[in-house]
């Protein structure tokens, strides 16, 4: 009888040390949703490359994973990439909701950081890691809308206003804000016709021996993406590597298609935009390299280019456009032909503005980039 007791609580006993474990172990195998996306090199001593996306328009939370496989997987650097998201939806990407980009901190470790963001009013306490990189004078990389990174409007008490694309207040040498200050240019206008003239890439005069254009001959960099434009010269140091001829739509305009009708195999240059500007007698810079300092800072170096959208970037040319920016960035010998060669599947979606409803329905995981 003894016995038997003995044996009946020895089996009570590991009974429920079993079922104790088996929740520990169906606790620890579900992790929080996936907010970020890290692409580890091999290299113990990889530069770090923090990609941060968040625009409403161009795509750029398809371009930026893209963009860090392939400096990852071909070239060995380690990669964050970082996203716009609701805070009470984590790990859901929303590229619509402007106050929040999580994993920021990422910027304490990053040699290099690579902003693709549209009029973003993000909390102070985001903003003050940004500030902390720019002051530290590491390299900045701007894609397209990143000229008009952040907008706050007249109520905040952000103590970071100044960013915003266009600032004119009391602090006289933000003017025009981070995109001014930091890229060499604020938002100015849609110098193509926004869906109707693409781009062509024509390397520049002060680009022609530039380590940035290895492997990059006129015509090779062809977008869908109209010329921004800019005002002429650009500010301090900056030197012009591409410019952007602005090429007619030899097809028919269809909303439907991801180029909008557009072709790399159109040739004709445009003589007018829609306002009826003269768009190619004087060529507006598309890439451009300067040097940046803000105040109380150390001075670093840049590199902005006003193309390089998702669908921009199925062309061989940009990529290889902005993969050397990456090297030349952060003072490494540039490839004479970097392999740029997509990683996975690739296949983005057109340019375009999408309403709130689009990301609530859709759902896209921050993991379906991985």
């Known amino acids: ?82 996203f716009a998201q609701d805070p009470s939806k984590p790990g859901i990407i929303n590229s619509n909701y402007v106050k929040n980009i999580p994993g920021l901190d990422a910027l304490n470790t990053a040699d290099l950081m690579v902003i693709f963001t549209r009029f973003r009013a993000l909390p102070d306490e985001q903003m003050q890691l940004i500030d902390n990189y720019l002051k530290s ?44 200050l930091v890229l060499g240019e604020k938002w100015i206008s849609h110098h193509g016709h926004h869906k109707h003239q693409s781009t062509r890439g024509i390397v520049a005069e002060t680009g022609k021996n530039h380590p940035i254009t290895h492997g990059i001959k006129d015509g090779d960099i062809w977008g869908p993406t109209d010329v921004y434009g800019v005002r002429l010269p650009l500010p301090g140091d900056s030197q012009p590597i591409i410019l952007g001829e602005v090429i007619e739509r030899e097809g028919a305009f269809n909303e439907e298609d991801l180029f909008y009708g557009m072709r790399p195999t159109d040739s004709k240059a445009a003589t007018e935009n829609d306002k009826g500007v003269k768009v190619n007698d004087i060529l507006m810079p598309i890439a451009w390299t300067k040097s940046y300092q803000i105040p109380d800072g150390k001075k670093g170096k ?27 960035s952060l003072n490494m010998p540039v490839p004479e032909k970097a392999d740029v060669e997509l990683v996975g599947d690739f296949n983005p979606t057109a340019y375009e503005f999408r309403d709130d409803r689009y990301w609530l329905e859709k759902q896209l995981k921050v993991e379906d980039f991985d």
């Open 1 to 82: 009888m003894k016995k038997a007791l003995v044996l009946f609580i020895g089996c009570l006993l590991i009974t429920a040390c079993g079922q104790k474990t088996d929740k520990k172990t169906s606790e620890e195998s579900e992790p929080g949703p996936k907010e970020w996306l890290t692409f580890n090199a091999e290299a113990n001593k990889a530069k770090h490359v923090v990609l941060i996306s968040g625009d409403e328009e161009y795509r750029s939370e398809e371009a930026l994973p893209q963009l860090a496989k392939i400096l990852s997987a071909k070239h060995g650097f380690k990669c964050t990439v970082l």
């Open 137 to 180: 004078g590491r390299p900045v990389i701007g894609i397209r809308t990143a000229t008009h990174a952040f907008n706050f409007d007249s109520e905040s008490k952000s103590n970071f206003k100044h960013y915003s694309n266009g600032y004119a207040g009391d602090k006289k040498e933000w003017a025009d804000g981070f995109g001014r």
């Open 302 to 328: 840049v590199f902005t280019s006003t193309i390089g959208s998702a669908s921009d970037m199925l062309n061989e040319g940009t990529r290889r456009l902005l993969v050397n920016s990456v090297f030349w």
